[in-house]
């Protein structure tokens, strides 16, 4: 089982930018296919990124071109740059790992590790 912790989550204004970290403890993280999830207040939980062993990465339409999911294999830690944030990005970004690869690295519903999370909020 490996354990995550997320970091990096604040307050920033309309058009900012942030970058949140997730250290996996107890395995090395290249063994997983990974993901960013977001969910806001009375939403459904959505994926924002992927990337799996290979370091393809993933990305839904809805932030195509403001989200950048990276891994640094030296501090075995998931990395996820959020660029031009708008209000509607606030919510509670969280990562996930599952073993090896999977046929759909955005289905979050197939991962099996999840980290606590952390906030971000966008004010306009």
């Known amino acids: 089982a490996v354990h995550l912790v997320e970091s990096g989550g604040g307050s920033v204004q309309a058009g900012g930018s942030l970058t949140l970290s997730c250290v996996v403890s107890?395995?090395?993280?290249?063994?997983?296919?990974m993901a960013w999830a977001r969910q806001a207040p009375g939403k459904e939980r959505e994926p924002v990124a992927a990337i799996d062993t290979h370091g393809k990465t993933f990305y839904p339409d809805i932030v195509a071109g403001r989200i950048t999911i990276s891994t640094d294999n030296s501090k075995n830690a998931l990395l996820l740059q959020l660029h031009d944030l708008r209000p509607e990005d606030t919510a509670r970004y969280s990562c996930?790992?599952?073993?090896?690869?999977?046929?759909?690295?955005?289905?979050?519903?197939?991962?099996?590790?999840w980290g606590q999370g952390t906030q971000v909020t966008v004010s306009s």
């Open positions: 107890g395995d090395t993280i290249s063994n997983y296919a």
């Open positions: 996930a790992a599952v073993f090896q690869n999977i046929d759909d690295p955005l289905r979050i519903g197939w991962y099996d590790y």
